[in-house]
């Protein structure tokens, strides 16, 4: 089997969207400005921009 090229950008990705969802629904001391910050920039890595 042979992996992805960008498997490391596919993870970080996936770890800023559920790490942003966590965050967001918890609604913790980081406010809603990072969690928001972190599901954009999981999104944006996972599309490729």
Known sequence: M???KNLGMLLL???????GLTAFITIGS???L???LAI???V???LGR
């Open 2 to 4: 042979k992996l992805p």
């Open 13 to 19: 990705s996936a770890w800023l969207v559920v790490t």
């Open 30 to 32: 980081l406010g809603l």
């Open 34 to 36: 990072l969690p928001l």
């Open 40 to 42: 954009a920039a999981g």
């Open 44 to 46: 944006l890595l996972f």
